[in-house]
């Protein structure tokens, strides 16, 4: 089992030394009360919960699983009890508004505690996680009356709610879907369907589950223009908030599935359910989207999550676990055997698995800062400059951290040799575990595509601009600085490149529109690796300059600037196979027929 | 559940175009029992035992797993019967020698019933694959009466082997092992120890167990020169190889793993156990490693089946879901919306799937027939050259087929979207059961440290060179032919880059040992890529000739040369990436101090 110690030194190194949250927070209307003592108290609390309580359960999630019954799903062992500490705690109203009984502290904040819970156990964390789509559904597009009735109580954690969008026959492409609404005589609507893969869909840690329905009322278009939104409450619900009667909603089933055993993934059956339209009508997909960054974020987390949590797990058996003599004469003479940490290619592992987790977590800190700003800022240039930031960055963190958060459980396993495949280490589970991030919430392939042909494209490139901008404003400040060479130099190249790769794919999409797809994933992969590279050029530099000025943080600072070193040398070259790959064109994938894949 | 179905026109093609066994097995002590209509029924015949009893099998043996009692080990339903059709089916007897009862066909031609077998259910699989290694042993360690008590039936199947070499505290690092042998007054040893790990360890299927298991003699060297090697039955056996006495072998328990849920994975008990040795004492080691080439093979095919069947799963999805509209426009107006297979991004996974899993067969085969040429060449010239070929492309073929396998079954799971996910569709079940091939048998650290250590470097590179050869003598015989230029102009850079590479590491190794295993792994993968071209190269030429002379398999031959052309464009730039970390040297992993890779 591997025990999560929640990496605070690396969370405070990310948001106060290379992010300055402080001064962040300081232009927040939630400014007063974030100071830093508040900020850096409630890390400490969080920690303590995630390390103390979640962190055992993670084990015995995956093993006992959830179970269904007729009645509903029974959660593992411990996962309840945990729960209700967690509301006890005040955790769910953190960043919840004030005048719904939430605490209104910045979404960057309560994104960190998202980080801690889900390294610690990220199954248990999809119970209180899936809730802020729900309560972002109600709180942008609902009336006063739905909020009154549903938010209070979605902010205090005494309800959940969940996103019932996906069909037996469609995922991604909600155009499809056939779950059909029906006005009925009390002004509600009778709701109809199946819905499947339904995280958190139905569990017993909650009174009460506020689901929100994608259905097409009677005569709406076709395709995507014509899907409306829903509340459909487990219990019924009163004006005053208060409980009734038991929905037609039922949960039919629950999958057998890779990991993420401890969260209940539920067919939900919806039998003429009580339902009640939210939003305009048939405008239900606009609604989701004005929230689909910060969900996708969220996800973005279990990448980073995977990374961290496998890289501790490796690291302490790395260190432990005694095979071989180092080639370049014994390290351990007293014992049978060197520790494997001594080994190149272990390091090579380790180190991999440290620069993603640390660069991740830069990266998402980073984008949660710039969600704040479109929530919460004064100027609305900010808001639509943050906007467009995020925009930009959220398919990359999404898909990219995932894709590298995967490998990095991979690579924690492949520490542990033979061992890593056996359960009762905790290796594989983090690799079963992590294996949905890279398809839920959108896939790697549908990331790229909003990023490449979305995102990039159809901004002319503008939203590439604004960030390789970034790029070579620190370029440019560090122009003739030796301590920021190593990193300038690559950076500068890169940036040149990023451009070029992406004005070819363009030209060559205006002749073919498949060669957007066909660019699209390599892409997004190259994306990542260059947006990674950014922030740990100015982590490493900054870490380069803490050590000047002589600080006593000696070894972190030392082991900042190694991993950043690490990742120039080691993990950026990919870009080189990935820009290839990019512009290789859309014939060598196109020209075969589908008939002729296999003779 | 994924329906197997063998690529029977792919193995022939291979087989018999690509690499002409007909010829080839013309030159063995076996040719007259391999004439091309044997071959072609045996495979037939294989092809339909595969298909029908162990590919609905093999979700049987994951969902159901192995039970432990005290009385042993009970396999999934229906594996004891599929075993017993085999051993009626004289399948295990194919490749042994007809003095024990064999058929004495070629080792290359089994190989391709184990790739049958294997993609089909490789935890079954793993019950006859296992005695390979007792029956190797036996037969060229044993004493006559060893031979004739135990390798009749090992031949027949009747019985299975093991080999026990790991232990808790030590896998490849076999010097470390404890496990005692004493002598006992009527000349046996009595074995004291714990072994783990020990596939097929255990199990209902076969009257009998022969163990082959690495132990200590009294004041035998410390280190890998103190093991000898013992056979150790499950059932005592005398001279006549009838069974006697239970012996006091016990298997303890089984693990709980990640995958090949139907095979037992075992921790075996040495109580005392009678056991017999077998081989120089002292000299176990040496006496092994005389056939882990073909040991390594064997787990290769665990990438190629991998690739294989996760291939052949999504391909089937690929055409029947439906999602999204093309972006070169509608292809489907009848539905409601396109099959994904005209999507870009799912032919890049379909299509790298593809040409892994049909680029590892060409690598396979044409390794396993130099193995033959080892095994049984008249020419002691042309034995020694066949087993440094083998010898190079083993560490590559285990390591970067299970590496680029697993990809693979990644991305057939990919293609399913959150389906993938789920296990009744049985493609998460392949990347878990594929995910043990990177780390049993070696893992690719250890692979990679055989291949550029022991295999490259230690030859002064004479390895490497006896392989590029074949590539410049590609180039050289196809100078100036059209059809060939896209191949010879991107394999004569290689080849000329792999030899600087080489000759680079090599220099820096010469001042840092350390070099060596920094440099591995990348070192590996870019051998793996480039290999791999070299079969791309040739059977997308092949395929080109035959269209130009007319062939009526047209839609065969053209997505032969399709895939060889993706390959390039798509999967060989890779190659860049893993050049420039190959040479990034030591120092980015071996800076950082071990107590500072997390503070």
Redesign the interface.
Known sequence: MVEYKA?L?DISFVMNELLHVENHYSELPSAEMTSPDVVEAIIQEGAKFCEGVLSPLNSVGDSEGCTWSEDGVKTPTGFKEAYKQFVEGGWPSMTGPEEFGGQGMPESLGLVMSEMIGTANWSWGMYPGLSHGAFNTIEQHGSAEQKAAYLPKLVSGEWTGTMCL?EP?????L??LRCKAEPTADGAYAITGTKI?ISSGEHDMADNIVHIVLARLPGAPQGTKGISLFIVPKFDVDAEGNMGDRNAVKCGSI?????IHGNSTCVMNFDGAKGFLIGPENKGLNCMFTFMNVARLGTAIQGLGAAELS??GA?TYA?DR???R???GTKNPDG??D?I????????M??TQ?AFAEGARAMIYFAAMKGDLVKDSASEEIRREADEMLGFLTPIAKAFLTEVGYEAS?LG??VY????????WGM?QI??DT??A???EG???IQ??DLLGRKVLMTQGESLKRFTKLIHTFCKENEGNELAKEYVEPLTKLNKEWGELTTKIGMAAMK???E???A??DYLMYSGYASMAYFWARMGLLAKQKLEAGSDEK??Y??KV??S??YF??LL?????HA??AV???E????????????
């Open positions: 990496p030194r996906t026959h469609c995922g991604s492409d155009g499809t893969f999958e057998h599935k890779m990991g890289f501790q690291l260190k005694l095979a071989m180092s080639l370049s049978i055997a520790p940490i001594v080994h190149p290619d272990v390091r090579r380790l180190l440290k991979n396993m492949q040799g033979g061992h890593g495949f056996i359960s009762e594989e690799v079963r294996r949905i890279l398809m839920y896939t790697t392939g790229a595509l073919n529109r498949d957007v797809g066909a699209s994933v070894a972190f030392t082991a190694q991993t070193q690490f040398k080691r070259p990919r870009t080189q196979a290839t790959a290789a064109g859309a060598s994938l196109m020209d075969m027929d589908a008939e002729h894949f296999a003779l």
